[in-house]
C-alpha cells in the first residue's frame, strides 16, 4: 500500500484552485489534500466546511509556514486578480485595473517567490504552478493592465522555480474555460506557438478542469517532473479530435526549462 501524498493547494478559493482540491479529495488513497486561502468565508461557500483549509496571505511568509509542514507536494494556482474598473456606459468597453496592494509584481512574482521559499525551507519535494499563455510576448494586452507586467512577473516568479532546485512542473494554460473536463484532446506546446499558430486555427482555450485533471497527473507521473508546457485543447467533438486519457503520453511531449 502506498503513503497518500501529502498536497498543499494555494489559490483554493480561486476557479481553478478550487477544482484542483475537489480532484484530490476525489482520490484519497493517492492524496491528502490542504487548501490554502485567505477567506473563511469563501471556503465555506465553496467547499462547506472550512476542515483541511490553512487561511493566510501569500504577501505574508510566515502564514505558509504551518499550511506547508510535512508536505511533499505544493500546487500554486494564487494569481493577481484583474477587477473592473466601475461599470461601463453603453458602448464602452470595459476598463480593467489591480487593486494598489495587489499588483502582479507583489502577487505573481513575490507572492510565488514567498511560497516557493517556504516550500523549499519546509523540505517540499515538488512545486506544480498553473500560469499562462503569452508570456514570450512582453507587448501582451495582459501586461498593459495598470502597467502591471503581469506575464513578465509571472515569468520571472517561474523562472526562481526552477532555479530553485525543487523539481517543477510549470503550466501555461491558454484561456481558461468553465466547462467540464475529460472531453477533449489536450495539446501542448513552448514558447507560444500554441497561441501565435494554432493548428486549424482553433480557439486557444482550455477547460479549467482539463487544467486540474493535469495539475493531478503531473503530481504522479514521474515525466512531470522538470518540465514547463503551453496548453490548449481542441474543441469538443471536434472531427479529428481523440480525448486525451494517457497523461503519460502528454508529458512525454515535453521538456524542461520555461
Ligand atoms: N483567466 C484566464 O483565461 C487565464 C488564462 C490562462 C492562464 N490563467 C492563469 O491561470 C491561473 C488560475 O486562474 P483562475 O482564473 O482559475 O484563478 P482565480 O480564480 O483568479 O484565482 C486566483 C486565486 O488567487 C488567490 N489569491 C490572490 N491573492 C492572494 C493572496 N494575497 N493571498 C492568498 N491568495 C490569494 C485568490 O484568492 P481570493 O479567492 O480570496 O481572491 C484566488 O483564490 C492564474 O495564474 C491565471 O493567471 C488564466
Known amino acids: 500500500m502506498t503513503v497518500p501524498l501529502q498536497v498543499l493547494v494555494t489559490g483554493a478559493t480561486g476557479r481553478t484552485g478550487s477544482l484542483v482540491v475537489r480532484e484530490l479529495q476525489q482520490h484519497p488513497n493517492q492524496f491528502m489534500v490542504r487548501g490554502f486561502a485567505r477567506s473563511r468565508e469563501k471556503v465555506e461557500q465553496a467547499f462547506g466546511t472550512t476542515e483541511g483549509f490553512y487561511f493566510g496571505d501569500i504577501r505574508e511568509p510566515s502564514t505558509l509556514t504551518s499550511a506547508l509542514a510535512d508536505c511533499q507536494a505544493l500546487v500554486i494556482l494564487t494569481s493577481a486578480v484583474p477587477q473592473m474598473k466601475g461599470i461601463p456606459q453603453p458602448g464602452e468597453r470595459p476598463e480593467f485595473t489591480f487593486p494598489a496592494d495587489e499588483m502582479p509584481e507583489v502577487i505573481d512574482y513575490q507572492g510565488q517567490v514567498n511560497q516557493i521559499e517556504a516550500a523549499k525551507a519546509a523540505g517540499v519535494?515538488?512545486?506544480?504552478?498553473?500560469?499562462?499563455?503569452?508570456?514570450?510576448?512582453?507587448?501582451?494586452?495582459?501586461?498593459?493592465?495598470?502597467?502591471?507586467?503581469?506575464?513578465?512577473?509571472?515569468?520571472?516568479?517561474?523562472?526562481?522555480?526552477?532555479?530553485?532546485?525543487?523539481?517543477?512542473?510549470?503550466?501555461?494554460?491558454?484561456?481558461?474555460?468553465?466547462?467540464?473536463?475529460?472531453?477533449?484532446?489536450?495539446?501542448?506546446?513552448?514558447?507560444?506557438?500554441?497561441?501565435?499558430?494554432?493548428?486549424?486555427?482553433?480557439?486557444?482555450?482550455?477547460?479549467?478542469?482539463?487544467?486540474?485533471?493535469?495539475?493531478?497527473?503531473?503530481?504522479?507521473?514521474?515525466?512531470?517532473?522538470n518540465k514547463a508546457f503551453d496548453t490548449i485543447s481542441k474543441p469538443e467533438n471536434a472531427p479529428d479530435a481523440s480525448v486525451t486519457r494517457d497523461f503519460a503520453a502528454i508529458f512525454a511531449q515535453t521538456t524542461p526549462g520555461l
Open 125 to 225: 519535494k515538488h512545486i506544480v504552478l498553473v500560469g499562462s499563455m503569452g508570456g514570450t510576448n512582453e507587448n501582451h494586452p495582459l501586461n498593459r493592465i495598470s502597467n502591471g507586467n503581469i506575464l513578465v512577473w509571472k515569468r520571472k516568479a517561474e523562472q526562481e522555480l526552477i532555479d530553485s532546485g525543487i523539481d517543477y512542473t510549470i503550466i501555461h494554460a491558454g484561456g481558461l474555460l468553465n466547462e467540464p473536463g475529460g472531453k477533449r484532446e489536450l495539446l501542448v506546446g513552448k514558447d507560444d506557438t500554441l497561441l501565435i499558430n494554432p493548428p486549424g486555427g482553433i480557439p486557444t482555450s482550455i477547460p479549467r478542469a482539463d487544467v486540474a485533471q493535469l495539475v493531478m497527473q503531473a503530481l504522479l507521473e514521474p515525466n512531470a517532473r
